[in-house]
């Protein structure tokens, strides 16, 4: 199919992209890579009168280290967040989990941005998002606004964002003391969007977890942060995979769907967390990186 008929423009300032938005009155899309808004467009899925495209902006893309934190820019390209020596080293987990977004074609043109704004509730970067307890910078008519990732996805495709704010930076907070960490997620075939998927890390002192980190994705309609499992964690010594995965189980709600059923997804779940706690403590221990 065809989309149906929309005006188009394309600003070369934050300003300006915001402006348009306001004049369309909630009409108006912004696009960035085009991946999943195209399709949508395509199949008539939403019809905006107006599609401002964003990737005449300077400086929306860009990885830069400040201070503890790593700030990329909104249009920031998977593929450039995967080829990063910086995300590599202070990120790790997001540089594990990049492969995994889609295949090599999207992702040379899908943006963080993009992926953030979209929602879905089986993509990556939203889950490294609420992992990294990230900072979302939108701009809108009144101004600039931090929104924390956890409060940023509201429901499968859809955000706190108004009509007419803009996404143009995202802060991610360096796991500085957490040496173990771990990504593991399964689809159907590589490149597919998760049945489910998880991200852990660990900080360990005297052989047993002080601190850890748990999210989870494709088992609810947001990305979900575990604290409970995170507490479970505390005090934990190499032995407890078995254990953490009977918490994270307990812990998600799942709903079947056409590709697999709920008890399926809580399953898989757990049996992500096992191997994930295994790899995380493997590195811990100084094992492979
Ligand atoms: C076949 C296929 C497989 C895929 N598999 C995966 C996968 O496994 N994992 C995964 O995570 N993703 C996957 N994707 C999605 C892909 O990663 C998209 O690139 C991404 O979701 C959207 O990024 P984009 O820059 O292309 O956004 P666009 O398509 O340009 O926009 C998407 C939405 O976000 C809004 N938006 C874009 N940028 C901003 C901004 N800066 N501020 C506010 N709103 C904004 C748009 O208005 C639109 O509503 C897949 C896509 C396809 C086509």
């Not at 360990?204 to 979900?224: E, F, K, Y």
């Not at 409970?228 to 812990?251: H, S, T």
Request: with cysteine; glycine share 8%.
């Amino acid at each position: 199919m065809k989309p149906a008929a929309f005006a188009y423009c394309a600003p070369t300032s934050l300003d300006e992209a915001v402006r348009a938005l306001q004049a369309a009155d909630g009409d108006g899309k912004v696009m960035a890579g085009g991946q999943s808004l195209m399709p949508l467009l395509n199949f008539r899925m939403t019809r905006p009168t107006m599609v401002v495209d964003l990737t005449k902006i300077p400086d929306l893309s860009f990885i830069e280290q400040r201070g503890d934190r790593v700030a990329i820019g909104a249009l920031t390209r998977h593929a450039d967040l995967e080829f990063s020596a910086l995300i590599a080293e202070r990120l790790p987990v997001m540089s594990a989990a990049m492969p995994h977004v889609a295949h090599l074609a999207i992702r040379n043109r899908g943006t963080i941005g993009g992926s953030l704004s979209h929602a879905d509730p089986a993509a990556e970067l939203p889950m490294l998002a609420v992992f990294y307890s990230a900072t979302i910078r939108a701009q809108g008519p009144a101004g600039r606004r931090d929104i924390a990732a956890e409060d940023f996805f509201v429901s499968a495709l859809a955000t706190c964002l108004d009509p007419d704010e803009i996404v143009f930076e995202i802060e991610f907070p360096v796991l500085e003391t957490h040496t173990g960490w771990a990504f593991e997620e399964v689809s159907r075939r590589f490149g597919d969007f998760a049945l489910a998927c998880i991200a852990l890390s660990i900080e360990t002192r005297d052989g047993a977890i002080v601190d850890a980190r748990v999210a989870v994705m494709g088992v609810a309609d947001t990305p979900l942060r575990l604290r409970d499992a995170e507490q479970a964690l505390l005090g934990a010594r190499g032995d407890a995979a078995a254990a953490f995965g009977a918490v994270v189980r307990g812990c998600v709600a799942p709903n079947s769907d056409i590709h697999v059923s709920a008890d399926y997804r809580r399953a898989l779940i757990g049996a992500l967390a096992e191997k994930a706690f295994t790899r995380a403590w493997q590195r811990a221990a100084g094992g492979p990186k």
